[in-house]
């Protein structure tokens, strides 16, 4: 946390209107590469949200790869895939709430017919059990993969695992996580 | 490893944590940066829509003045010429009146002189006549002569009023 705090603030340090250096080049690239990608999907209503979901793809992003300066990756650990989780319904919900007003949004979870309305309350607990879980396992399953390649062949052979499992999964897992959160999100401002 | 503790709330708290130093010091910032760039291409993209509009209705302006200019040039050079034109005729019909005139004077003179000629003419002749008839009184003065003379004419004059008298 501290270092990211510290990366950002170093690239941030001199930005300026009239694109200097390469630096803020990427730095833009990158940031806005993916606030396009979140504003697409969750819309004008939904940008305030796009802070919070960068980040958390910063997050797990490098929280996924950090494994391969052989850290542990935190997303290891369920609690912290679990948070993850439980903030990103606790923020969904609030999407909800907040647009569409107490009524309509207890309402909400009668639609379309209101015979599925259980399936709709249980929704608000499997979304972020999956989300929480669908992490965590790939996180887990990774990290399982690549210790026990590496104690089986600890020369050469674990660098295109480590690609795939480190690299790839761990990108893909950020991935999926905030394209879920954002469209939960859009889901609950229509 | 299926267990949640107290680390969960502590995770909460850390992103939260995150979140907030994120948007302070990395979103916020680029994302700042990137509207004030966009203000600042926009609002150069209107100067430059300004300009050329400017540009244009300059133009157009020209373009009516030059079409005034054309209208006038040519209401000049068709002035010129109707006056041209007028001044032509007025010459032409001049010189008509003028040739007119010379002709009349010189038909007059012709006139006058003929009237003169025929009159210098008559004139000599009477003179002619006279002179012959001096002549002939003068040449012969002689009694039979004049007898002759005038029983001539008598027998001419009678021939020629016989009809009449008779």
């Known amino acids: 946390m501290a270092v990211l705090t510290v990366l950002s603030i170093v690239f941030v340090r001199n930005l300026q209107v009239e694109p200097t250096g390469k630096k803020q080049l990427v730095l833009e690239t990158a940031i806005g590469g993916i606030h396009q990608f979140f504003e697409e999907i969750v819309g004008e209503n939904g940008k305030v949200f796009i802070p919070y979901l960068i980040t958390v793809a910063i997050y797990i992003g490098v929280a996924n790869l950090i494994g391969l300066l052989g850290f542990k990756p935190p997303t290891k650990d369920l609690n912290v895939t679990a948070a993850l989780s439980i903030m990103s319904i606790i923020i969904i919900e609030y999407a909800g709430f907040h647009k569409k007003g107490l009524k309509k949004w207890v309402k909400s979870f009668a639609e379309p017919v209101p015979i599925i309305a259980p399936i709709n309350i249980l929704e608000i607990f499997i979304r972020p059990l999956s989300l929480c879980m669908r992490l965590f396992g790939n996180v887990l399953g990774a990290f399982v993969v690549m210790e026990l390649i590496k104690k089986l062949v600890p020369l050469i052979v674990p660098i295109p695992f480590s690609c795939y499992f480190d690299i790839f999964d761990g990108l893909i897992q950020a991935y999926v996580f905030v394209f879920l959160t954002s469209l939960f999100i859009k889901e609950a401002l229509e | ?166």
């Open chain 2, 1 to 166: 490893m299926l267990r949640l503790d107290w680390n969960l709330v502590l995770e909460i708290i850390n992103m939260i944590v995150l979140y907030l130093l994120m948007k302070k010091f990395l979103i916020g910032p680029v994302t700042a940066i990137m509207e004030k760039r966009q203000e600042t291409i926009e609002q150069q993209l209107s100067n430059a829509e300004d300009a050329n509009k400017q540009a244009l209705d300059l133009k157009e302006q020209y373009e009516i003045k030059l079409e005034k200019a054309d209208e006038t040039s040519k209401e000049i050079v068709n002035k010129g010429k109707q006056e041209a034109k007028k001044l032509e005729e007025q010459m032409l019909e001049d010189a008509k009146k003028q040739a007119e005139r010379i002709i009349k004077e010189a038909e007059e003179t012709v006139a006058l002189e003929r009237k003169k000629a025929v009159r210098d003419m008559e004139s000599e002749i009477a003179g002619l006549a006279m002179a012959a008839a001096a002549k002939i009184l003068g040449e012969n003065g002689k009694e039979s002569d004049n007898r002759d003379f005038y029983e001539q004419f008598l027998a001419k004059a009678g021939e020629s009023n016989d009809t009449n008298s008779n």
